[in-house]
């Protein structure tokens, strides 16, 4: 093992060291860290720049005045669809309470209602469905006694960034909520 030892030592002290290799070896690592600092920081102007383009365009669309899927303006007066398809079996609409057990029916709601909700005081039922003017699905109320149906203006719908809800605003200025 020594003359190993001896071999190893020649050959060391033959080499001069590379002057300025530590600094040319720091300058590049500060130089590739710059580097994949600028390309995350290009990235996120990138996907800031896209959701910025999005919003501005979902904000256009929203404010063409277009209220319908189909691009027409929507009928003044909506009716309820009362007749079912050739071959689609009618339902009884009911009142269930948490056990299911049933505590009373309704009347008045469309055949083709669906997504039904009670508000909390019981005397309202929000549900969809089609009125036969459109092709597409509206929130429709009445009273749970099946008084006063009717459709529910939708010109703008609202969603939450909380989760698949949608907003359509009730009230004359917007302010009230139904959510669905």
Same mark, same amino acid.
Do not use: W
């Given at each position: 093992?020594?003359?190993?030892?001896?071999?190893?030592?020649?050959?060391?002290?033959?080499?001069?060291?590379?002057?300025?290799?530590?600094?040319?070896?720091?300058?590049?690592?500060?130089?590739?860290?710059?580097?994949?600092?600028?390309? &995350?920081?290009?990235?996120?102007?990138?996907?800031?720049?896209?959701?910025?383009?999005?919003?501005?365009?979902? %904000?256009?669309?929203?404010?063409?005045?277009?209220? %319908?899927?189909?691009?027409?303006?929507?009928?003044?007066?909506?009716?309820?669809?009362?007749?079912?398809?050739?071959?689609?079996? &009618?339902?009884?609409?009911?009142?269930?309470?948490?056990?299911?057990?049933?505590?009373?029916?309704?009347?008045?709601?469309?055949?083709? &209602?669906?997504?039904?909700?009670?508000?909390?005081?019981?005397? %309202?039922?929000?549900?969809?469905?089609?009125?036969?003017?459109?092709?597409?699905?509206?929130?429709?109320?009445?009273?749970?006694?099946?008084?006063?149906?009717?459709?529910?203006?939708?010109?703008?719908?609202?969603?939450?960034?909380?989760?698949?809800?949608?907003?359509?605003?009730?009230?004359?200025?917007?302010?009230?909520?139904?959510?669905?």
């Amino acid at each position: 093992m020594p003359e190993v030892e001896e071999v190893f030592r020649l050959a060391t002290n033959k080499v001069k060291p590379d002057p300025n290799a530590l600094e040319r070896q720091q300058k590049r690592q500060r130089a590739s860290t710059r580097s994949s600092r600028a390309r &995350a920081y290009l990235v996120v102007a990138a996907v800031i720049a896209a959701v910025a383009i999005g919003v501005l365009a979902i %904000t256009r669309t929203a404010d063409v005045g277009d209220t %319908t899927p189909g691009g027409s303006t929507p009928p003044t007066t909506l009716t309820f669809v009362r007749g079912l398809p050739s071959g689609a079996d &009618a339902q009884t609409p009911a009142i269930v309470d948490m056990h299911g057990h049933q505590t009373g029916k309704l009347t008045g709601l469309p055949v083709d &209602a669906f997504a039904l909700s009670v508000s909390a005081d019981g005397s %309202t039922i929000a549900f969809v469905a089609a009125p036969s003017e459109l092709g597409y699905n509206q929130i429709g109320v009445m009273g749970a006694d099946g008084s006063d149906p009717r459709f529910i203006s939708t010109p703008h719908v609202i969603g939450f960034p909380s989760g698949p809800r949608s907003g359509f605003p009730s009230g004359p200025s917007g302010t009230k909520c139904i959510s669905a």
